[in-house]
């Protein structure tokens, strides 16, 4: 139980030494120096001290040691050095015993000799090589009947009372000078190796020591979600050996950024948490309280807790920073906050007993984990000092471009604050209006409308009365709206109705007249101010992509991030997805993608359940996948009506497939619970075990229907006695939920997972992880193996648990925090907002307006959803009308770029073609030959004639392939003896393709192929027969034309002999 205490301490120095490091200098400094005068003998006392003291010591190095001393002393010199191994170790001694001297002191010059391992470096003979740090030089003067028991307990300078202490620095070992061979014959294969090894220098592994937690700020919701952090251990052994010697006097420093909104609404919210796998709490926790109070709670060594509050209340709605320190036993924070964050506030608390902390155990987290929720506002720049104890003011303010204070949260509160204010103002006056007319209709009596005009006449004094303004230019549509309002009393509730209904009619207008979104992005500012977070949303859109106006990152990053405060889900997948990336000014960071991820991926399931009739099923539709455009269709397509003909025929397929279509608003439709419920009953006539159980489970929940559990379990019992794998998972949930019967549980999930069925899957994962599992304790890595299974066949909750455990890591499987985003992303990527958006695209596509979908598909492309990328990037390159033209950022080739950093299979082999002509082209002037053969390797690997065809060109056109490529695809080592065998290979596996359009061009490049290989072999053969055959041909003609000569003159000269006669 922590041990809370009320600290109210603000002068630190009662607490805490505050004196300087001391800092070593060019010149050593003596740190002792004692001198004993015998005042009866009036002898000249015994010194002893070395003249010019070294700042760095080397080997054999000379030293001039001046001393006066007795006959009976003995003198000594010696250097004491520390190690991260070893400890405190000698490097050198030396003593003798010291002659009488007169009045005038002795010098006395001693070589220093240390130890090889210290005295060169590193090389082929000495591999291991030590750091030396606090290196003191001591010499002493001791009285010789001490000397025999000093040098037997190795104290002699601790017994001495002449003595002096330099402190010295020693040199790191690539600093120490190289080992010689002048005296020494050594082979030449030595003596080279040794050269060699000298060149050779190691280097020292990355230690981070300064760690920036946050360097982007976070969003906080005040949910149970946060930023998790781990720490590794030095890798240094002299490093990783001084963290362990401070773990029960640790020493850290963390500095935070935060915006708070408000302070916590109950209990406790987290700031900082630090927990192990086991969810047990470690040093240190800071919580705010209801009262803006921090709650700060350690762990002692002992394991007991003690926890103390600060007097400081945070101020909301403002920047502010605390820098949290740590110093074995005592812990201080100081705030700064104010316009200039000039105004401070230090807190400090004494820890009863030694502080345990170990930050490579367990987790650092920055917002809310696991059940603790977090403070609603912003995290900014968050650093974290290891094994430092900083002081404030030696850590420097962000500067003012920082995006945390380039958000401008607190200028846009401000605007928005007064823009609330005008349209309470303009509903007041809206409301006189009224009040006004119904006078003048029941006012019938003439003194009255005289008196009534003779007021509003001295109220205008000539001019037009406040109640007859019309409102500002910007506000028409939006006076409009306010005027449908104007009889209801203002409230947060009914702004927000304002503002979904300002929505409304903004994104009508944008609906009929996409080009109208420049003059109507002020209505969305309005609506996003009066809390509609969809607006906010395609406002973010729309600035960040320059979407027909001036494009604004920053802009658009502070919309959304006020979205997302409000649990926007699309706001959250955009946030995540360029922190995925790493792009639009935010930084690629896993762990912030995987928060904002991971709460959309929560909410998917619960989302779907709602059943709202304006959700459809988040679909992947390409633009050009010409067979499922012709499937899409809506309530009064034809092909919509062809199923509910056959349906109501009777045939039972299209019963089912009728029932799920309407059910989840697949195919273009929206959702329809009562239509799809009149369709599963025609399915349970027939007693198929599938409608059985989906009837079953639609009563047990009550969807469009009565609640009926009795009734429900009776069918989904007759389609288990059908051995359906879904009734009999569905059996196995209600004895594990309900009847808390674990082993009957166990039986039914294990039967319905030996028929394939994913459900039952996770429900033993889910069994397995809380050890609820008959007769086996918990194991989270057997849990991670079902889980596994359950999530490639597209069970959400598998995947939700299966991103949560490669998150936190399981006994036998390391965190794996690139697997935990992309489960985590997959999930959330179903949830129905997504469908809403990607629906509207679709259906704007299949009316002819390009350009709308183009402002649709956009929003689906910054949540990250892969088809909304592909065919934002297709629509661009098709750029009809020059629609293109009229985005500011690049909207082709970012975009199929963005569409090919997905899984492999989730990736259209179109998008990896377009990326391999960007780099074989040098489009933008980026050509890369290389990366051109990986993307076309790509699409070849899915199939795709295009992708083969491409590769094989290139490698004609002299392109050197990587091996891994053939490898990749495939190709058999026999088959790459030569160009021509990879070349026949590709363009033969090219004709061979399920694409009949890649056979005519892959036929003759494999006919021209095999023509070249044929010139190429047997080209001398050919020259030769070809000559023989010419020259043949020749001769032949020749012969012919003679003989055609000479028989054709032999008949004209017997004609002539014939006349003649």
Not at 574 to 586: P, Q, R, V, Y
Not at 811 to 829: D, G, K, N, Y
Not at 981 to 988: D, F, N, V
Not at 1014 to 1026: A, F, P, R, V
Request: with cysteine.
């Amino acid at each position: 139980m922590a041990v809370s205490a009320l600290v109210a301490v603000h002068l630190l120095s009662i607490f805490m030494y505050k004196g300087n490091c001391l800092e070593q200098g060019k010149e050593s400094t003596t740190e002792t120096l004692s001198v004993i005068v015998n005042s009866d003998t009036h002898r000249q006392a015994d010194i002893i001290q070395i003249l010019d003291p070294p700042s760095v010591l080397q080997d054999s190095q000379r030293l001039q040691i001046s001393y006066h001393c007795n006959d009976n002393n003995v003198l000594g010199i010696e250097v004491i050095s520390k190690t991260g191994t070893l400890g405190k170790v000698k490097l050198f001694h030396k003593a003798w015993k010291c002659s009488k001297t007169n009045k005038i002191n002795k010098i006395m010059t001693v070589t220093m000799k240390f130890p090889s391992r210290y005295a060169f470096q590193p090389d082929i003979f000495q591999r291991n090589y030590e750091f030396l740090s606090e290196t003191k030089l001591r010499v002493w003067i001791l009285d010789e009947w001490q000397w025999q028991t000093a040098k037997r307990q190795h104290d002699a300078f601790m017994r001495s009372l002449v003595k002096a202490s330099y402190a010295v620095e020693y040199p790191p070992p690539f600093s120490r000078r190289r080992r010689k061979f002048e005296t020494v014959c050594v082979p030449w294969k030595t003596e080279l190796l040794f050269n060699i090894s000298l060149k050779l220098l190691p280097k020292c592994p990355y230690e981070e020591d300064t760690v920036e937690v946050i360097r982007f700020p976070a969003i906080m919701t005040g949910l149970s979600y946060g930023i998790v952090r781990t720490f590794q251990p030095y890798r240094d052994s002299e490093l990783e050996t001084g963290r362990q010697s401070m773990l029960h006097n640790p020493r850290m420093t963390l500095s935070v950024w935060l915006y708070v909104l408000e302070y916590c609404q109950k209990g406790l919210c987290s700031i900082i948490v630090r927990m192990n796998k086991i969810s047990s709490y470690l040093t240190p926790l800071i919580f705010l309280t209801k009262d803006g109070n921090f709650h700060i709670q350690m762990t002692q060594s002992n394991g007991r807790d003690v926890a103390a509050i600060t007097t400081f209340t945070v101020p909301l709605h403002q920047w502010f920073r605390f820098v949290f320190s740590l110093h074995n036993q005592m812990w201080k924070i100081t705030f700064n906050h104010g316009v200039n964050f000039n105004q401070t506030h230090e807190t400090s608390y004494q820890s009863p007993g030694p502080v345990f902390m170990d930050d490579t155990d367990g987790f650092l987290v920055v917002g809310g984990f696991e059940g603790v929720p977090a403070f609603k506002g912003y995290v900014g720049q968050t650093t974290y000092y290891r094994n430092q104890h900083v002081s404030p003011n030696k850590i420097p303010f962000p500067s003012s471009l920082h995006p945390m204070f380039e958000l401008q949260l607190k200028r846009r509160e401000d605007k928005c604050l007064s823009f609330l204010q005008w349209t309470d103002e303009r509903l007041d006056i809206i409301r006189l209006r009224r009040k006004r007319e119904q006078f003048k209709r029941l006012s019938f009596h003439y003194f009255a409308n005289i008196n009534q005009q003779k007021m509003e006449q001295d109220s205008t004094n000539g001019f037009c009365s406040y109640l007859d303004a019309p409102a500002p230019k910007g506000y028409k549509i939006l006076d409009k709206v306010l005027r449908r309002f104007g009889s209801q009393d203002i409230s947060d509730l009914s702004r927000k109705r304002i503002g979904i209904q300002l929505f409304k009619d903004l994104e009508k207008k944008i609906d009929a007249r996409v080009h109208r979104i420049r003059r109507l992005l002020p209505g969305l500012k309005q609506s996003a101010c009066l809390g509609n977070n969809d607006a906010m949303y395609m406002a973010a859109v729309v600035l960040n992509n320059g979407f027909l106006v001036k494009a604004d990152e920053m802009q658009a990053l502070a919309y959304w991030m006020m979205a997302a405060l409000d649990n926007h889900r699309l706001s959250f997948l955009a946030i995540g997805n360029k922190h995925k990336h790493g792009m639009d000014t935010l930084p690629l960071d896993l762990d912030q993608a995987y928060m904002y991820f991971k709460f959309v991926a929560d909410t998917t399931r619960e989302d779907r359940e709602q059943h709202k009739e304006t959700d459809v099923l988040t679909e992947s539709i390409r633009l050009t996948d010409d067979v499922n455009l012709r499937e899409q269709t809506d309530e009064d397509g034809d092909v919509f009506h062809w199923w509910i003909h056959q349906a109501q025929k009777g045939v039972f397929t299209a019963q089912q497939h009728v029932a799920r279509m309407l059910f989840w608003g697949t195919q273009g439709l929206k959702r329809n619970i009562q239509a799809a419920v009149e369709y599963y009953k025609m399915g349970v006539e027939s007693e198929d075990p599938v409608a059985m159980y989906d009837y079953g489970i639609i009563l047990m929940r009550g969807q469009g229907m009565k609640k009926n559990v009795t009734e429900g379990l009776s069918h989904i019992r007759k389609s288990a006695e059908q051995k359906n794998p879904a009734a009999l998972n569905a059996l196995g949930w209600y004895a594990m939920t309900h009847d808390k019967n674990f082993s009957l549980a166990a039986q039914y999930f294990e039967e319905s997972y030996r028929h394939g069925n994913p459900d039952a899957a996770h429900h033993l994962g889910f069994l397995h992880l809380q050890g609820n599992y008959p007769n086996k304790s918990a194991d989270p890595d057997l849990a991670l193996q079902y889980f596994s299974y359950a999530a490639v066949r597209n069970q959400f909750d598998a995947g939700i648990n299966l991103a949560y455990l490669h998150h936190k890591g399981t006994p036998r499987s390391p965190r794996s925090i690139q697997t935990a985003v992309e489960w985590a992303r997959f999930i959330a990527e179903k949830n129905p907002h997504l469908g809403i958006v990607l629906r509207s695209a679709l259906h704007s596509y299949r009316n002819g307006d390009h350009f709308l979908a183009m402002l649709y598909y956009m929003m689906a492309a910054e949540a990250g959803v892969e088809v909304g990328t592909f065919n934002l990037a297709w629509l661009c390159e098709e750029n009809k009308d020059g629609t293109s033209s009229f985005i500011e950022k690049d909207c082709q080739w970012r975009n199929y770029n963005l569409s090919t950093h997905r899984e492999h299979h989730f990736v259209d082999s179109y998008a990896f073609l377009k990326m391999g002509d960007y780099y074989w082209y040098g489009c933008e002037g980026q050509r890369d030959v290389e990366k051109s053969a990986e993307f076309y390797t790509l699409a070849a690997s899915k199939g795709d004639p295009h992708g083969i065809f491409n590769l094989a060109y290139i490698f004609e056109e002299g392109v050197k392939i990587s091996p891994h490529i053939w490898q990749k695809l495939r190709i058999p080592d026999y088959q790459r003896s030569s160009g021509y065998e990879i070349l026949y290979h590709l363009y033969s596996r090219c004709r061979d393709s399920t694409k009949t359009e890649a056979y005519i061009p892959c036929t003759v490049s494999l006919y021209r192929v095999t023509l070249t290989q044929i010139w190429e072999e047997y080209e001398t053969t050919i020259k030769i027969t070809s000559f023989t055959v010419v020259l043949f041909a020749t001769l032949g003609s020749i012969y012919s034309m003679l003989s055609y000569f000479f028989r054709t003159n032999s008949v004209h000269r017997q004609a002539d002999f014939e006349d003649f006669l």
